[in-house]
């Protein structure tokens, strides 16, 4: 049964009515996908990737979107959905191991405050940043997931955090999370962030590296 419907994007004109047009497209792709790919079905989260495509690209071309995102090696994204969330638990490991690796003393503050990945992740890492940020950076953080793959989202991720590293040092683990909840009230220059992104580029070598070290819980 997929759930959500009227929850996606209620603050945007397209779906706020129930059962109008916008509601229609979003239920009539999640429910082509549930049955063209049975091993994922419907799972909260994706109905918010699909109100926000929708936004902008025609309902056919969401579905075959969607199929390219789950189904792409380049994104993977079916295994990060797919019950159990196996591949997401993987790259919560693999960006925990990139955030001590880069940035120690952050990391270590975050681990004394209890301030783990899963608490705060989903967004980042499942539902890619939506409702993170500005709807301009959202637009070109979702530019560069495409062209990139998924990996790049460990490098954003670290741009987060590299932005706001002197503040989340002087926040207890409820200051750092009401900040990581509230992060798009927050003026981020969109050029200045992209071009950061750009400039620190995580190798895919460390990422392979980490992503080898995994273990199956």
Request: aromatic fraction near 18%; glycine fraction near 4%; charged fraction near 25%.
């Amino acid at each position: 049964r997929i759930q959500d419907i009227n929850r996606s994007n209620r603050n945007h004109i397209q779906f706020q009515e129930r059962y109008g047009q916008g509601q229609i497209s979003l239920f009539n792709v999640l429910k082509a996908y549930s049955v063209y790919d049975p091993e994922v079905g419907y799972c909260q989260g994706m109905s918010d990737i699909c109100a926000f495509l929708l936004m902008y690209i025609q309902e056919e071309d969401v579905f075959w979107l969607l199929c390219a995102l789950f189904k792409n090696e380049k994104y993977s994204m079916q295994g990060r959905f797919r019950s159990g969330f196996p591949l997401l638990k993987k790259s919560f490991f693999v960006y925990s191991k990139i955030f001590q690796t880069y940035e120690p003393e952050l990391y270590q503050h975050f681990e004394n405050e209890t301030v783990l990945p899963h608490f705060y992740g989903p967004k980042w890492f499942l539902k890619i940043f939506l409702d993170c940020f500005s709807t301009e950076i959202t637009l070109r953080v979702w530019d560069i997931f495409f062209f990139e793959g998924y990996d790049i989202l460990y490098t954003i991720a670290l741009t987060v955090l590299r932005l706001f590293k002197s503040h989340l040092l002087s926040c207890d683990g409820e200051g750092i999370m009401t900040f990581i909840s509230k992060l798009k009230e927050n003026q981020i220059d969109s050029d200045l962030f992209v071009k950061e992104i750009k400039a620190n580029k995580i190798k895919s070598s460390v990422i392979r590296q980490f992503s080898l070290q995994y273990t199956v819980k």
